[in-house]
């Protein structure tokens, strides 16, 4: 996309999506709707959609997360009496590695948030507004899995690859399923397939992701969330002056939150299997006042 088509569609997101809710696209998922969605839990099994936390480094991961006993103390016998094992855990919430949500605050374009907050609410000390607390009570509605390595007949999209619209549409079709409003939609481009089997890359610099355009769908569709095996975003990048164009759309434009780097492995073969790629779906962040996402793990209950 040349820039300035990539304005035309930032404008008429954002002006499609306007709203005085704070939760932006999360007034989707209304009560009625969350209620609704606890029908598709029909087999009660549940799967987890995070990868395992990673504390080795790697091309994709150069500093992750830390992990630390730090009891019982080096050379203290445990032998006799009561003692515990306590230990700590520091880790970047993003990157392309861990599993992550994203608050509307992560996003900082032209000066400013999402629905026109100013990025001097996020400061040196944390954000101010729009932080991941908006989601403190959890994120619970119906999961739609739509999986574009399927459609296509390979096991992984290559980085560079993009989703479009056209993608979606046809991924609706051959599984039988309709996104609509207030769900959480998740799309499928193997990522971690081809990392688990061909290792870890620089997927900073080479990733599938969606095109920018198939955020038209997620507007069109009252989508509430997007989450992806990836970042979201491919890489390279569409748009020459904007890195992250889907984020920069999804979350500055339309109050999107995101889900970046989960898996569905387990999750997409239980899907094919019961023939049925809507669930009942569970995100619950940690409770962090100020931050700008948290490390996540989605529960999927077919």
């Not at 035309?8 to 809710?21: C, F, I, K, P």
């Not at 948030?113 to 996020?122: D, E, I, K």
């Not at 038209?216 to 989508?223: G, I, N, T």
Request: with cysteine; aromatic share 4%.
């Amino acid at each position: 996309m040349t820039s300035e088509e990539f304005r035309a569609l930032y404008r008429r997101l954002r002006g499609a999506s306007r709203t005085d809710d704070p939760r932006g696209a999360l007034r989707h998922l209304t009560p009625q709707r969350v209620a609704a969605a606890a029908a598709e839990a029909r087999t009660g099994r549940t799967m987890s959609l995070a990868a395992p936390v990673e504390t080795q480094p790697g091309p994709d991961n150069p500093e992750p997360a830390v992990h630390r006993m730090t009891g019982p103390a080096a050379g203290v016998a445990v032998t006799h009496g009561l003692h515990f094992a306590v230990d700590r855990i520091a880790m970047n919430v993003h990157g392309d590695a861990d599993s992550h949500l994203d608050a509307l605050c992560h996003v900082l374009y032209d000066g400013e948030l999402y629905n026109g907050v100013p990025a001097s609410a996020v400061t040196a000390q944390g954000a101010r507004s729009l932080s991941v607390d908006l989601v403190r009570d959890g994120i619970v509605g119906r999961g739609v899995l739509l999986d574009i390595p399927r459609l296509r007949g390979v096991p992984w999209l290559e980085p560079g690859d993009h989703v479009t619209v056209g993608d979606l549409t046809a991924a609706e079709a051959a599984q039988g399923v309709r996104v609509g409003p207030g769900d959480l939609l998740l799309v499928r481009v193997g990522h971690r397939r081809r990392r688990a089997e061909l290792g870890p890359w620089k997927a900073a610099q080479a990733r599938a992701g969606l095109h920018p355009t198939a955020l038209e769908f997620l507007a069109d569709r009252k989508v509430a969330v997007l989450g992806s095996d990836g970042n979201n975003d491919t890489a390279p990048s569409a748009v020459a002056d904007v890195a992250f164009p889907v984020h920069v759309l999804a979350m500055h434009a339309m109050g999107v939150h995101l889900m970046d780097y989960l898996q569905f492995e387990q999750l997409a073969p239980a899907c094919a299997d019961a023939d049925r790629w809507s669930f009942l779906c569970v995100v619950a962040p940690l409770r962090l006042t100020e931050a700008t996402g948290s490390p996540v793990n989605p529960i999927a209950v077919l």
